[in-house]
């Protein structure tokens, strides 16, 4: 599932490169979590929310970093209902603001974002790997 949502946002996957952090995050629930979607006893989907602080955000925030729905399940209301989940997680982890990324073309998630309440805060998002020499 992660490959299909990275591949869909247009993020290279790399494998090796990914299972050692997605490892240590589920070794270390300091860190955060990551949630499987479940319809029945079918995978649906799954959601991975990172802790982070930041004063602009009034403290402990959660970084919905990773949120997808497989397409069979899609227009069911899972991914409300994910969304909604992670909130109630976050705040039961004493977050005071969930954070999303997403990319601009993927306007479905955009749009499930905004009727959740969600809102582009009109800042930026850059990142340089610390990896990279």
């Given at each position: 599932?992660?490959?299909?949502?990275?591949?869909?946002?247009?993020?290279?996957?790399?494998?090796?490169?990914?299972?050692?952090?997605?490892?240590?995050?589920?070794?270390?629930?300091?860190?955060?979590?990551?949630?499987?979607?479940?319809?029945?006893?079918a995978v649906?989907?799954?959601?991975?929310?990172?802790?982070?602080?930041?004063?602009?955000?009034?403290?402990?925030?959660?970084?919905?970093?990773?949120?997808?729905?497989?397409?069979?399940?899609?227009?069911?209301?899972?991914?409300?209902?994910?969304?909604?989940?992670?909130e109630k997680?976050?705040?039961?982890?004493?977050?005071?603001?969930?954070?999303?990324?997403?990319?601009?073309?993927?306007?479905?998630?955009?749009?499930?974002?905004?009727?959740?309440?969600?809102?582009?805060?009109?800042?930026?998002?850059?990142?340089?790997?610390?990896?990279?020499?």
């Open positions: 599932m992660m490959r299909a949502l990275w591949e869909h946002e247009g993020i290279p996957f790399d494998e090796r490169l990914v299972v050692p952090p997605l490892r240590e995050l589920l070794a270390a629930p300091a860190l955060g979590r990551v949630w499987l979607a479940l319809v029945g006893d649906a989907g799954y959601a991975i929310g990172t802790w982070g602080f930041s004063t602009e955000q009034g403290g402990r925030f959660l970084l919905l970093d990773e949120l997808f729905v497989l397409p069979p399940f899609r227009g069911r209301g899972i991914g409300r209902a994910a969304l909604a989940f992670v997680a976050a705040r039961a982890g004493g977050g005071r603001a969930v954070r999303i990324e997403v990319a601009e073309e993927n306007d479905g998630a955009r749009r499930l974002y905004r009727e959740a309440g969600y809102v582009d805060p009109r800042r930026l998002f850059l990142a340089r790997s610390l990896t990279e020499s």
